[in-house]
């Protein structure tokens, strides 16, 4: 185990800061950062914004230039060795003459998977592994899981009043939660590579599901927003597909799916399972597609079952301050959970005020 | 308005930290501390523990003995001019020599209401008021609502998962929260003269609804326990008839009360107020009878009822952090409520960790 400096801390710490600026558009890339210190100094600081343009290592390097000879490289993530749409990392740091990298993760993606620390030891280059490394599996919580597990991580958010409610019986939810928790919603979306919901909260409330927040830099990213539709019910008026941004409609059995394809949507015919399209094979395909995160905005037919299939990960509950009561719609249908063992518990990550309504998020315990 | 000094503001503190003593064992009465204070240092310090036992200003007055001779008393309430269980306290401070009286608030009961202070004046001790006047009314909140309103205040308490739900369908409940937010109930229990609940609950669960936790200090209080129960349904043989303590069964119309009363009850007969007893006039009657604070610990129908009736003044949630779907019952049954503006805003006063609980406590917005 190599022991770190608090000096090594505080330039991993920024590395990780400067990564998160790709936060909304660096996907299906993961978000990395780089700083290079020279004598205790910043000399050049780099991310990664967008894939297909420079890692985050070359424009820490561009903006080092000759100061990089000898300095060490803090990068948040394994440097990669192969080559993809850009040069290999590794190559540019060992011609730059770097002395040293510390490396918070190694890149669980096959193709770099040590590969690139080996490269640059082959180099005769030192390299410190681990600095920092829970921060830099927590940011790219979706890429590891798409490159380990095949399948995205699946975040479930929810907007509910104190006592659970997420509308009336009469399908009335506009809104429940202020516009502040809206807002919020709109930087999940931009961290997000698909958003998926059901036909019903088609039918129930056509909604948009893009990002139109102008502040936030997606690069003009949208995520692709997934209908789970197993009898191919999809309105070809529905609102989404006019907006700008791709729609993946999830069907199966046999349907005429012309119309839907003229409208602008791609129809996905998928096995079924039960009665409904097996979701887990349409996760399957979401990550073979590279989509890291999987948001869902659904409702209670849709949350529930994902819920019951164990395919949360995450749960993001915006609670507003309101007792809503009895004639009302439920947070999750669930008619297989009968006996109080049968309930989920949760490991509540964090929780924050969000304008006047509460924000938690949380793990589900399986 | 008089400028109070920042040594004015720490006594005051200190008085009302004295007061909370009382929390459990003062009521009836109204929790108050006093300080006596000589050059700066405080002399004497009192509380009130207990009706017909002596007043914070008598303790503490004994407390500072001769130092009480020109000296300053901080009194988180009015001291009394009227001759009740014990001697008016402003006898003892004129007949204590004492220079000057602070007080937090004017006691907004009837029999003392201003003549304290008059009193006080007119032996030519100078009284200041209003020091913390927001900290010392809400210390005794029932109190000046009961005896300003003539009824007391109701807190609601409810134990639901984060999912609003509060059993599962089968009724099976326990238990939602964890130890440590069921003994923070006790302590709930403890500062209420009466914990109320429906006979629906009696049936379903058979409560104690007693404190039962050795810690608190209650000087052998027990809340009175008031059954709603308008049909006198109410078993010989339910636990809370056997415990220490007093159970009130309100009901209406003719029923043969005896053999409740053969097993230690006192059955009030009600107005009815369609299919239940009149809830209104139940509250008035504890009022009467001297209560300040009622804890509402019952079912999701007279929760609801309690609400939408707006007889609840506050509401205490202790949220499990689990999913418990919707094969569940819900928190409130709120059958008038039907659309989106019948819901009611919350004004959240307090956010906490109970355990591994979150307990939020809000005033309702009606």
Known sequence: MVAFSEADCAHMARALQLATRGQYSAHPNPMVGCVIVKEGRSVGEGWHERAGEPHAEINALAAAGDNAKGATAYVTLEPCAHHGKTRPCVEALIASGIGKVVVAMADPFDQVAGRGIDALHAAGIAVDTGLMAAS???????????????????????????????????????????????????????????????????????????????????????????????????????????????????????????????????????????????????????????????????GPAVSGFMLQEEFVDELVIYQAPHIMGSETSRMFRTSSWSALADRKPLEIRDVRRIGSDTRITARVQY
């Open 136 to 298: 830099a599996e927590s940011l790219n919580e979706g890429f590891i899981c798409r490159v380990t597990h095949g399948r995205p991580f699946v975040r479930l958010k929810v907007a509910a009043s104190i006592d659970g409610a997420i509308a009336m019986k009469s399908g009335e939810s506009q809104w429940i939660t202020a516009p502040e928790a809206r807002e919020d919603v709109q930087r999940l979306r931009a961290r997000s590579g698909a958003v998926m919901t059901g036909i019903g909260t088609v039918f129930a409330d056509d909604p948009s599901l893009n990002v139109r927040t102008s502040g936030l830099n997606t690069g003009g990213l949208q995520p692709l927003r997934v209908v789970l539709d197993s009898r191919l019910r999809m309105p070809v008026t529905a609102r989404m597909l006019a907006l700008p941004g791709a729609t993946l409609v999830c069907c199966s059995g046999d349907h005429d799916i012309s119309p839907l394809q003229d409208a602008g949507a791609e129809v996905l015919s998928c096995v079924a399972k039960g009665r409904t399209v097996d979701v887990g094979a349409v996760l399957n395909e979401l990550a073979r597609r590279d989509i890291n995160d999987v948001l869902v905005e659904a």
